[in-house]
């Protein structure tokens, strides 16, 4: 109130322009021609009496509609569910726009609307702030920490990595524990990854991972060629990270340590004896992960994927994609083991091994 009151009395007893006024005070020239329409509006005058407190010269100003500082004075929207909404294929600011206005005639305009839309955005953590549409991708890693399985046997200690899988739009999240990073162990966990999302994503996005990607290019990566095969079997497409480029797979960054935060962290202090066991105490952690309401959202992983990334994922095919190793390969056709003569043979008669 003390900067109203100089504004006021630059105004009435010195006769100062607004520019002039906003200069001396610190505020936008449009602050203090609001100021002085308020005062107008309230019918107040300069001197002011001396019973009119700084309460009740706020009172003044703010009486007759005037909206309180804080607070819209046009109806907002829900911007949880604009940001859910953008996430459909095709849906955009425009077209929620357009709807907002058909029910309040008298809202924002477009642009005021967006600023309010990017502000409301802006308070999100970064990897929230990305729009993935529903069904587009689903992003695959394997995560930094391992988890421990004893042979109740011999007492053996082997350490199990974690493949972690997350739909972009949905931000639903498949773990398993397998035994290496290796290319079986990485087909594996991505057949079971699919069966458990009940679909096919557009694209896969995994790290560069070796057993993946032989080679990485942005433009033109070189796939390992089962995992080209894995991808041609369900019918979708292979877009690896770009290397040093972490917000290619933010959202599996952010699903890992979604993973060992909230399953690995629990487990610390649990034995156990198969790698089968310690898989099923994490798929019951992760029954509670995707129901649990995220904080920012108010809507759990599994509401969003039924609502969005599950009606949009394509149909898994009659069976799933099968390893074959060149040694399995070899049996079949042999009835022997494998070795470097069949090898051979083989690369001869196919060109390839």
Request: contains cysteine.
């Amino acid at each position: 109130m003390r900067r109203v009151r100089e504004i006021l009395r630059l105004k009435y007893e010195v006769g100062a322009t607004d520019r002039a006024i906003a200069r001396s005070v610190g505020v936008a020239r449009s602050t203090a021609r609001l100021c002085l329409d308020r005062a107008a509006a309230a019918g107040l005058t300069w001197p002011l009496p001396a019973t009119v407190t700084d309460g009740a010269l706020e009172a003044l100003l703010f009486a007759g509609g005037w909206a309180q500082v804080g607070l819209r004075r046009k109806a907002e929207p829900d911007w949880v569910a604009v940001h859910r909404e953008l996430r459909r294929p095709g849906v955009t600011l425009m077209l929620l726009w357009d709807e907002y206005t058909r029910e309040q005639p008298g809202g924002y305009g477009y642009s005021r609307w967006c600023d309010l839309y990017r502000g409301w955005e802006g308070r999100l953590s970064p990897t929230m702030r990305q729009v993935h549409l529903a069904g587009e991708r689903l992003f695959v890693d394997f995560a930094g920490q391992t988890a421990e399985v004893i042979d109740p046997a011999t007492g053996e200690v082997r350490t199990a990595q974690v493949f972690v899988a997350v739909l972009g739009a949905s931000s639903y999240t498949y773990a398993e524990a397998v035994w290496t990073q290796t290319l079986p162990d990485w087909v594996g966990a991505h057949v079971r990854a699919l069966k458990f999302i009940c679909g096919v994503p557009r694209q896969i996005v995994p790290d560069n991972l070796r057993s993946g990607v032989l080679r990485a290019n942005w433009y033109e990566p070189g796939l390992n060629p089962t995992y080209r095969d894995l991808a041609a079997h369900y019918g979708t497409a292979i877009l690896p990270a770009r290397i040093r480029r972490p917000r290619d797979k933010a959202k599996v960054e952010a699903g890992v340590l979604v993973v060992e935060r909230w399953i690995l962290a629990r487990l610390r202090h649990q034995r156990f004896g198969s790698l089968a066991a310690l898989n099923v105490a994490i798929a019951a952690l992760l029954v509670d992960l995707n129901g649990r309401p995220m904080r920012r959202l108010g809507v759990s992983r599994r509401q969003l994927f039924e609502e969005l990334d599950r009606p949009a994922l394509a149909h898994l095919p009659a069976e799933p994609f099968v390893y074959q190793s060149l040694s399995s390969i070899a049996r079949a056709i042999t009835g022997t083991r494998w070795n470097g003569w069949l090898f051979f043979g083989l690369k001869n008669r196919r060109g390839t091994a």
